[in-house]
Antibody, heavy 120, light 108 residues
Framework: QVQLQESGPGLVKPSETLSLTCSVS?????????WGWIRQPPGKGLEWIGS???????NYNPSLKSRVTISVDTSKNEFSLTVSSLTAADTAMYYC?????????????WGQGIFVTVSS | SYVLTQPPSVSVAPGQTASITCGGN??????VHWYQQKPGQAPVLVIY???DRPSGIPERFSGSNSGNTATLTISRVEAGDEADYYC???????????FGAGTKVTVL
């Protein structure tokens, strides 16, 4: 059974860069699907950040594109997210997830999430 | 960017039917997916491609999509269905995923 697990710092300072990693078990990233990140500020809704396929297509939320990078490491079976120029508005629960390949990409597996606070 | 509109809240008595709408311009031309999120938990996919149920999701959950509105219907509502529900589509014009703002379902 596929499982996703986020890892990274829980506290980051404003203006710095956040780096998160999602480790995947029970499925090889290079076998397919899209792998991505979604975040949720406290008390608010879901915001899609972006996704990547092992063959390379990467899609980003236009509102975050200038500050976000998603990459994949098939040798470690993990993928990563970096968000630069952090502000308090980036404080959120960050989820990594798997989306079904195809035009509409329903998200069928989610990690448990990691809460990141941006504060000095 | 494509916008999805959901009512902030829906209240329903146990055993009754809850209908959660997701409005969007000509949304019937898109495939709509629905997620259930209980407090402190990650979202769970409950309906995909408008009306299909993933394995393990009760038949009480159903979906439809017509015109400018997609609907998630929960029949014979139980206390355990109390959660936030989000609709989602893929915006092909800019190649990104869009979520609705979410609907909180309260079981009275």
């Amino acid at each position: 059974q596929v499982q996703l697990q986020e890892s990274g710092p829980g506290l980051v300072k404003p203006s710095e860069t956040l780096s998160l990693t999602c480790s995947v078990s029970g499925y090889s990233i290079s076998s397919g699907y899209f792998w991505g990140w979604i975040r949720q500020p406290p008390g608010k809704g879901l915001e899609w950040i972006g996704s990547i396929n092992h063959r390379g297509p990467i899609n980003y939320n236009p509102s975050l594109k200038s500050r976000v990078t998603i990459s994949v490491d098939t040798s470690k079976n993990e993928f990563s997210l970096t968000v630069s120029s952090l502000t308090a508005a980036d404080t959120a629960m960050y989820y990594c997830a798997r989306a079904i390949t195809g035009g509409t990409r329903p998200i069928d597996k989610w990690g448990q999430g990691i809460f990141v606070t941006v504060s000095s | 960017s494509y916008v999805l509109t959901q009512p902030p809240s829906v209240s329903v008595a146990p055993g009754q039917t809850a209908s959660i709408t997701c409005g969007g311009n000509n949304i019937e031309t898109k495939s709509v997916h629905w997620y259930q999120q209980k407090p402190g938990q990650a979202p769970v996919l409950v309906i995909y491609y408008d009306r299909d149920r993933p394995s393990g999701i009760p038949e009480r959950f159903s979906g439809s999509n017509s015109g400018n509105t997609a609907t998630l219907t929960i029949s014979r509502v139980e206390a355990g269905d109390e959660a936030d529900y989000y609709c989602q589509v893929w915006d092909g014009s800019s190649d990104h995923c869009v979520f609705g703002a979410g609907t909180k379902v309260t079981v009275l």
